[in-house]
């Protein structure tokens, strides 16, 4: 079972995923674009398509000890809605990755923490809208989905139960 881990910025993602991944004792994937554009937050579309590349290859390489339970930080979600959000479209390639990867559920996380500012994030009063943007596409893509609230160890709580109900239904995509 995979379950990626998607939301606004400073939404607590990685946060949730080291929580998930200690609980369940299963592997974790990184955002690699924080690693990618450590030091230099000005990028171009060819950066953009360089992570997203990276991202799916370090997937596809988790992926291949057959774990039980892989939880991703991150994957071509939230790098399709950041392309589209700054370049004003997605590449083809990106939408046909996603119609056919790995079937996966999402955790998409509430922006109800408070911001964190770091280098890398840019959007400390636009979370809300874009956390629609996030529900939109996941309904619209058909996705299995879970959204997950509040804060610290109840956030995890909700995560853990949201979880179960998911493990009792079929995976989208």
Known sequence: MIISIVGPESSGKTS???ALALHFDAPWLPEYAREYLEGRPDYVEDDLEAIAREQVSREQGIMEGNPELVILDTDLVVIAIWWAEVFGHVPDWVSHHLENQAPRS????????????????VSPHDRDRLFGLYQSFLRKEGFS?????????????RALSALSEIRSRPVGK
Request: charged residues 25%.
């Open 16 to 18: 949730l995923a080291e």
């Open 106 to 121: 999402y955790l998409l996380v509430h922006p109800d923490l408070p911001w964190e500012p770091d280098p890398l994030r």
């Open 145 to 157: 989905v879970a959204e997950v609230s509040g804060q610290g160890e109840a956030r995890v709580a």
